[in-house]
């Protein structure tokens, strides 16, 4: 398995625009979650999913996010409109449980 | 709430010495504990895990971690570091209620190996 895949690895957009990143879990896994990396938050627990359905996305900081996962393999986070102050890094991982696979992240940068 | 602590935003060490960083979490109920390492502009790779059984959980890289329920606290150990160890390590607990596996990290130590 080719490990989670995050596209793009970085972007770059003009405030207000709409953002969407994307991630491809791990085959099999049934859990998916997204984080933000920020030097003044570290890593925060945006929101997750189990086998498709969002669990709890009380780390979703502003009604301008949101995210979906229609399907198994697939799950997009999207900012509409983005900010400045959303700049960051931001990180997909799934696991069965026991493990979390990260992928490489999305160096978001809004100017 | 599941929360996870860690004191140490910076920890300098020389190389080929021994290193301890230190987690402490908060839970209510049974949890899964890591250590996840992150290099430059990398995503987050696992170091080791404790689920349950022994509690001294040995890891890649020489790291191993202690898991203390009467404290609840999971240090990460290393008895002698090297330069490529220079990274910010993450503790993170997970399981929760209803067999939940929501992962909570805390905010990370930055450790620096000095030659």
């Known amino acids: 398995d080719a490990g989670v895949i995050q596209s793009p690895r970085h972007e770059v957009t003009e405030m207000g625009q709409e953002v969407t990143l994307r991630c491809k879990p791990i085959?099999?896994?049934?859990?998916l979650f997204w984080y933000r990396q920020t030097m003044m938050r570290g890593l925060e627990l945006l929101i997750y999913?189990?086998?498709?359905?969002?669990?709890?996305d009380s780390g979703m900081p502003e009604d301008r996010f949101s995210a979906k996962m229609p399907n198994a393999s697939f799950s997009t986070l999207k900012i509409q409109p983005s900010e400045p102050r959303d700049s960051a890094v931001y990180f997909c991982?799934?696991?069965?449980?026991?493990?979390?696979?990260f992928g490489q992240g999305t160096r978001l940068t809004v100017v | 709430a599941q929360s996870v602590t860690q004191l140490d935003s910076q920890v300098p060490v020389f190389e080929e010495a021994p290193v301890e960083l230190r987690c402490n979490y908060s839970?209510?109920?049974?949890?899964?504990l890591f250590w996840y390492v992150q290099y430059p502009n990398q995503g987050l790779q696992l170091l080791l895990k404790?689920?349950?059984?022994?509690?001294l959980v040995k890891g890649i890289n020489g790291f191993e971690a202690e898991f203390n329920k009467s404290q609840t606290s999971f240090h990460l150990r290393k008895p002698s570091v090297h330069i490529s160890d220079t990274a910010e390590y993450f503790c993170?607990?997970?399981?929760?209620?209803?067999?939940?596996?929501?992962?909570?990290f805390g905010t990370g130590t930055r450790l620096k190996v000095l030659a």
């Open positions: 991982a799934s696991t069965m449980r026991a493990e979390a696979f």
């Open positions: 085959s099999g896994h049934d859990y």
């Open positions: 999913f189990n086998n498709n359905v969002p669990i709890d």
């Open positions: 839970s209510s109920v049974s949890v899964y």
């Open positions: 404790y689920l349950s059984g022994s509690t």
């Open positions: 993170a607990v997970s399981k929760g209620t209803s067999g939940t596996y929501k992962y909570i």
